[in-house]
Nanobody, 124 residues
Framework: QVQLVESGGGLVQAGGSLRLSCAAS????????MGWFRQAPGKEREFVAS????????YYADFVKGRFTISRDNAKNTVFLQMNSLKPEDTGIYYC?????????????????WGQGTQVTVSS
């Protein structure tokens, strides 16, 4: 069983930056593919970014390319999402997810474990 705990959310003005962290329990973190998803009010959850178990492969949703960067530190069982040039439409709850399937995936059904989410609010 893996537990995921997100942190780093908050309120920021448009154009600002935030860095989300997701700390994972367990000894098998380095074998897990990890992802970030988000859900805006009244909308379905959507894929944001993912990273393979080794960190060598990453995927991004088109709407965050060039602005967000996913990374991981397997020694610290942590995955990060650096978010720059934030826009009001980036507002939502951001969820960290872990997949026993090592390669990065854009599909939420591939993920076995989910954090409780962290709120990101971008004001205009």
């Amino acid at each position: 069983q893996v537990q995921l705990v997100e942190s780093g959310g908050g309120l920021v003005q448009a154009g600002g930056s935030l860095r989300l962290s997701c700390a994972a329990s367990g000894r098998t973190f380095s074998s897990y593919g990890m992802g970030w998803f988000r859900q805006a009010p009244g909308k379905e959850r959507e894929f944001v970014a993912s990273i393979s178990s080794s960190g060598g492969v990453t995927y991004y949703a088109d709407f965050v390319k060039g602005r967000f960067t996913i990374s991981r530190d397997n020694a610290k069982n942590t995955v990060f999402l650096q978010m720059n040039s934030l826009k009001p439409e980036d507002t939502g709850i951001y969820y960290c997810a872990g997949s026993r399937f090592g390669p990065a995936s854009t599909l939420d059904r591939r993920y076995d474990y989910w954090g409780q989410g962290t709120q990101v609010t971008v004001s205009s």
